[in-house]
């Protein structure tokens, strides 16, 4: 009996010995894995779908068990029956086709790789499938005044040459894309009514242009003068009774028609440096009235007149100079008092005077008249100033 009791209490003791020691390998195991799981961190990037055609001769080996295992930046992945180390999946360049009519609800795909040569694996507005990537060609689609809803193209890539697939806000249709038509904007002489009565050349009848009235836009015929100066003609330059133009419209970009002395040929303007001087200050404060002497640059201009600004548009001017003389000494000392003769600069001084400071602000004053002694590197030198 008191073998049978002692043998009861040594099982029990055993059991309880064997769950306590099986919880606490448990929870070792557990800690453990969070450490592992840790340390080893996944490579950027997704597995790719198994296939078949892809796996080893022998698909079923654990080739791997983490990225860290595979070199480079390759994953481990799944083979279908074991685990290998493979490239990332790459999605396939190019863009998907915008969804023009709805599709069958299913998922036909998942990735591009799921996609014969370069489709992807697109969104049709309801499930995804393969799909030709979208091709826009460069340039604008004109504007199509057609009433027909007919859907003759869905993209770019399904027209010939440098056609587009272009709305005409009821169907679509392969069109040559816009072009803007020869010539350039005249200069705006006054200003046109605020609004926008076109947006292309194309809305524009014959070889008038979509031009800026200074407030909005509207056709306009092209101007047959282009900014800037034919360059000075050569003896014996150019080709007699050749005429490659009759007016700047007929060269490209900005060249200009220019005399050959007995012919007219197309040629890049003459560019001229800025002159020298400074542009008077502008005056100019009111409404604003584009004049028809505007000007582009000093090349406009003829002589020593700039093209300068008068606060609404560009005019020939002639360039300020200073007049000569030296402003007096300043003595002022005191409250600063506004008066009546306050200048900029000595245009606005009427006579010799010269725009000279006062202390407190610039006024219109004589030129100083008398001796200075300058001291300059240890030598005395007189300037006597003179009326």
């Known amino acids: 009996m008191m073998n049978t009791r002692v043998c009861c209490s040594l099982i029990a ?4 010995l064997f769950v306590f020691l099986s919880t606490t390998d ?9 450490l592992v799981a840790q340390q080893i961190q996944a490579k950027p990037g997704v597995c790719p779908l198994f296939s078949p055609d892809g796996a080893v001769d022998k698909p079923c080996l654990k080739l791997c068990f983490h990225d860290r295992n595979c070199p480079d930046d390759q994953k481990c992945c799944s083979s279908g029956c074991g685990r290998q180390c493979m490239p990332p999946y790459k999605e396939k360049p190019g863009v998907c086709p915008k969804i023009q009519i709805f599709g069958p609800c299913k998922e036909l795909c998942s990735l591009d790789d799921d996609c ?17 990537p979208s091709k826009e060609k460069p340039g604008v689609c004109p504007k199509i005044y057609l009433d027909d809803c007919l859907e003759l193209c869905f993209q ?6 440098d056609q587009k697939c272009c709305s005409n806000k009821c169907g679509h249709r392969c ?4 072009k803007e038509k020869p010539g350039v904007c005249p200069k705006i002489q006054r200003f046109g009514p605020c609004k926008e009565l076109c947006s292309l050349d194309d809305d524009c009848l014959n070889d008038q242009k979509c031009c800026s009235n200074g407030c909005g836009h509207q056709c306009m015929d092209p101007s047959k003068v282009k900014p800037g100066v034919c360059p000075r003609r050569g003896p014996g330059v150019g080709l007699c009774h050749v005429f490659e133009c009759v007016d700047d419209i007929d060269c490209p970009v900005n060249e200009k028609c220019c005399s050959t002395r007995c012919g007219r040929e197309c040629k890049p303007p003459f560019t001229l440096p800025e002159k020298p001087g400074v542009c008077p200050r502008n005056n100019v404060i009111g409404i604003c009235v584009v004049r028809e002497d505007n000007c582009f640059n000093d090349g406009d201009c003829p002589n020593d007149l700039k093209c300068c600004s008068y606060g609404c548009g560009s005019q020939c001017m002639a360039p300020y100079r200073e007049k000569p003389g030296v402003c007096p000494r ?3 000392i005191g409250i600063c008092v506004v008066r009546d003769n306050y200048c900029f600069d000595d245009s606005d001084c009427p006579n010799d ?3 000279c400071s006062n202390g407190c602000g610039r006024q219109c004053m004589d030129p100083y008249r008398g001796i200075y002694i300058i001291l300059m590197c240890g030598s005395i ?7």
Not at 116 to 132: F, T, V
Request: hydrophobic letters at 25%; a negative charge.
């Open 13 to 16: 003791v055993l059991l309880c």
């Open 26 to 34: 448990a929870e070792e195991n557990v800690t453990g894995s969070k």
């Open 116 to 132: 014969l040569n370069d489709q992807k694996c697109c969104s049709n507005g309801c499930g995804h499938q393969c799909m030709d």
């Open 156 to 161: 770019d890539g399904q027209c010939p040459d």
């Open 175 to 178: 069109v040559p894309p816009y």
């Open 330 to 332: 300043n003595h002022i």
């Open 353 to 355: 005077q010269k725009c």
């Open 381 to 387: 030198f007189i300037l006597v100033l003179q009326h």
